[in-house]
């Protein structure tokens, strides 16, 4: 059974509005109070979407565990949309602009759909604020003032899996459009590299010629995008989707290219690795 103390209590953190979560299931802005008093069921799915929208966890509102954070153990930033939509009023923005601007779809911005790292960056950049404010990890919205210049990573073209990046020889130094520029704050939080995509299998979220900028990391959650290496030879952006006993599935956007799957042994013998995980998209310039 799901606790809606819970509920209410990480909605309001985040600036939820519990009205807009009742409309995502259909129903009428009494529905929480409903399931609490036990005049209505929650089913297991539906308790799922809560725990992916409120950035915890199934466990977490089912009572199973006191621990809000998903199994990374990362810290438990969350994305306050009351502070969003402050700034982008005293601003004067309208949804569509920052939805223009960040590069979503129209009517992305008030389904609660996840951002990425790189999207709240960019929406930091617009709002004169920082990452860390949006997501709740500082109450202090003021850029400090080493933060408002960039610093360059390398654009490759293709990724030569079987080698280290730093071997990669598709990347030319001299060569200006080889390099993509990210803020100091999005540096300070990992080690990161760009990448030109090629072909259509992550549209329409990610386009032929797009520009994504990758944080090297060994492992990602399960429904997070990343940049995969496979057997050592040929690589891959694609949606990460763990299954229960170890394997992974790689997704496309593009439902034309159907899932591989592959097992946790084939992980190993291949192998399967992870080259880092897809934290902004830029489109083709």
Same mark, same amino acid.
């Given at each position: ?5 819970? *509920? ?89 602009? *920052? ?13 609660? !759909? ?35 210049t960039g610093v360059k990573i390398k654009l490759f073209g293709e990724v030569a899996a079987g080698i280290p990046i730093k071997q990669i020889d598709n990347f030319d130094p001299d060569d200006e459009s080889s390099w993509e520029e990210i803020n100091r704050s999005t540096a300070k939080n990992g080690t990161y590299f760009a ?57 496309? !956007? ?32």
């Amino acid at each position: 059974m799901v606790n809606i103390d819970k *509920v209410k209590a990480i909605a309001k953190l985040r600036g939820l509005k519990l009205s807009r979560l009742c409309a995502d299931f259909g129903e009428d802005p009494t529905y929480f109070d409903k399931v609490k008093k036990g005049a209505r069921r929650m089913d297991d799915s539906r308790i799922a979407f809560l725990a992916e929208k409120l950035g915890t966890t199934f466990a977490y509102l089912t009572d199973v565990s006191d621990d809000p954070n998903p199994k990374s153990k990362l810290p438990f930033p969350m994305f306050h949309y009351k502070r969003y939509d402050e700034r982008r009023i005293a601003r004067g923005l309208t949804v569509n602009y *920052v939805e223009d601007h960040i590069g979503v779809p129209h009517g992305y911005m008030d389904s609660f !759909n996840e951002l990425s790292e790189g999207e709240v960056y960019k929406l930091a950049v617009l709002l004169n604020t920082t990452y860390e404010y949006l997501m709740g990890m500082t109450d202090d919205p003021r850029i400090p003032a080493d933060d408002r210049t960039g610093v360059k990573i390398k654009l490759f073209g293709e990724v030569a899996a079987g080698i280290p990046i730093k071997q990669i020889d598709n990347f030319d130094p001299d060569d200006e459009s080889s390099w993509e520029e990210i803020n100091r704050s999005t540096a300070k939080n990992g080690t990161y590299f760009a990448l030109r995509i090629k072909g259509d299998s992550m549209a329409t979220r990610i386009q032929n010629g797009d520009r994504v900028i990758v944080r090297y990391q060994e492992t990602v959650e399960s429904g997070q995008t990343a940049v995969i290496a496979i057997n050592g030879d040929t690589a891959t952006c694609k949606k990460v989707i763990w299954d229960e006993q170890g394997g992974m599935i790689l997704m496309s !956007n593009n439902p034309a290219y159907p899932p591989r799957h592959f097992t946790a042994e084939q992980i190993q013998k291949l192998p399967v690795r992870i080259l880092g995980r897809v934290v902004e998209i830029r489109g083709e310039p």
